[in-house]
């Protein structure tokens, strides 16, 4: 991991001190990460850069930027327009209702002209810049208070509705455990937890309601997908059969007879690591979630490395979300949990997708680079 001189912690960090601090590490094994998502999509489209290797590999080279400006701007900064980016990204998905275009069943996707956003996946990191700004804010003592909560429950709550109306049941799941993971890491009493858990089952009903035909179809059939092998089920069935097909060492590169002969469904999003699985088996899945585990576990220490509140939970808060990603997705295509539609990070095919995980790990690298700045409750700081 990169490291400061000792003298650089008792003065203001530069342009060049911040360059010298970026976690080309981490950045390696998201390299990494995003190669293998580009050999699976090659091999998704039967040895074919198109139409989907090709533009997942430019919208990487794109996403780095904007990465590289995440890590780099003043963490001061990001403390101050916290809200600002919250309030962005909520205009986005309000729009969404009002502009955005159905795609695969679902209004999720908005033109803006030069890209078509979808405003959830933004979301899913501002969220978690605005509650750590809130909860940096918050004295320690009013975290016990429910009057002090009802602010960020809102903040969580009114995006997790208007998603939910989309209809985008996965998106709505990781922005209601984000923010639940960010109310623990700031000290919310248990009790709340429990209490909230009590009105979500309340509230279960309003919920099935609001959810399409499809959408119950799958939670049904997850108990009992041999109910129905050729609708709801038919999905994980054909998971599991590719899963199990590959065995130990796999197919082989491109060999993948449920893949390749069309019976695997959504190979380039949902089911890819599904087809990773089929073509490299047991081990080449174990491969992969070993890489997302070094990744995770790089995350949680820059995050627990920080000194100031802020930071801390900004890290913590998005290392979660990216894991948050990858237990949903695995979890799901091999029939642990319903089928949701959570892409596979850095892997799975997505534009949107790409662009907020890449950003997330700009901004978790700032939080590494300014780990020894204390910011005040006004957003002042200075390095100790």
Known sequence: ???????????????????????WGLILLVSVLSGIGFAMLYSAANGNWQPWAS??????VIAFIPMLAAALIDIRYWFRIAYWVYGLALTLVVAVDLRGFVGMGAQRWIDLGFIQLQPSEVMKIALIVALARYFHTLPAENTGRITHLL?????????????????????AMMLLASGA??????????????????????????????????????????????????GAGYHILQSKIALGSGGIFGKGFMLGTQTHLAFLPERQTDFIFTMIAEEFG???????????????AYGFTIALRSRNQFGRILGLGLVTNFFLYVFINTAMVIGLIPVVGVPLPLISYGGSAMVTVMLGFGLLMNVSIHRDVRISRLGESQVV
């Open 1 to 23: 991991m990169a490291s400061f001189s000792p003298d650089i912690r008792h003065r203001e960090l530069t342009f060049s001190d911040r360059l010298r601090g970026i976690e």
């Open 55 to 60: 533009k997942q590999m430019a919208r990487f």
């Open 151 to 171: 602010a960020p429950l809102g903040m969580v709550m009114v995006p997790v509705v208007l998603v939910l109306k989309q209809p985008d049941l996965g998106t």
């Open 181 to 230: 993971i960010v109310f623990f890491l700031a000290g919310v009493r248990l009790w709340m937890f429990g209490a909230a858990a009590a009105a979500a089952a309340g509230a279960a009903p309003l919920v099935w309601s609001m959810l399409r035909d499809y959408q119950k179809a799958r939670l049904t059939t997850f108990l009992s997908p041999d109910s129905d092998p050729l």
């Open 282 to 296: 047991l081990v080449g899945g174990l491969v992969l979630l070993t890489l997302y585990a070094l990744v995770i």
